[in-house]
């Protein structure tokens, strides 16, 4: 475990990164937190304080054990990966967040809920799943739902790697008004067959 003291603004890349860390508390002094600074720790839960504002690639990644996390609100920036390959059950996204690069819950096989605070300009939630503001793209499919999920009419854009990794996903249906599924949208699922409707222009690569 460690206490970092109050006073300490920026934890840099790597900076815990593969220890044995359980725990860990993060003073309201701290704005960003770096690159891979947690990854491959040992922690179980981790509450990112209200004054951070960036939080870096793969800060949380390859962290097994955790499955709690609280994103405090005057978070404006995660990036890609920041939570992957982690045990994270459930994540609220705060009004405060503007920009989410990349995939920042790929490979979370225990996700089963992503929620967005209902003030957020950005992104939006329904049914659990990341959508922008006015749900024209789906961004990510929580990695540890099961069974049949049915894309929302109105969705235009299925994002790269938008369902990457569910593994549990056994059926999906595609409505007509879907034009783009990206790289990698379906990637590594449980899916046996899939209907593409007639008004996609655009498959991307895997």
Do not use: M, W
């Amino acid at each position: 475990s460690v206490t970092i003291g109050n006073g300490v603004t920026s934890i840099g890349h790597q900076a815990f990164a593969g220890t044995g860390l359980t725990s860990v508390t993060i003073p309201d002094s701290v704005t960003s937190i770096g690159d891979e600074a947690f990854a491959g720790s040992s922690l179980t839960s981790v509450t990112i304080p209200n004054n951070v504002t960036i939080i870096g690639e793969a800060a949380f990644a390859h962290c097994r054990g955790l499955t709690t996390v609280h994103i405090g609100n005057s978070v404006t920036t995660i990036k890609h990966g920041v939570f992957g390959f982690s045990g994270v059950t459930s994540v609220t996204i705060p009004s405060s967040v503007t920009s989410i690069q990349g995939a920042p819950f790929r490979y979370c096989s225990s996700l089963t809920s992503i929620s967005v605070a209902a003030g957020n300009p950005s992104y939006s939630s329904a049914d659990g799943v990341l959508f922008n503001k006015t749900q024209a793209i789906l961004i990510q499919f929580p990695g540890g739902r099961a069974g049949h999920y049915t894309i929302p009419n109105g969705v235009a854009t299925i994002a790269e790697g938008a369902f990457l990794d569910c593994r549990r996903l056994t059926s999906v249906i595609i409505p007509y008004g879907v034009t783009y599924i990206e790289g990698f949208a379906f990637y590594l699922t449980g899916l046996t067959n899939v209907t593409i409707p007639n008004s996609v222009t655009s498959l991307g690569g895997f």
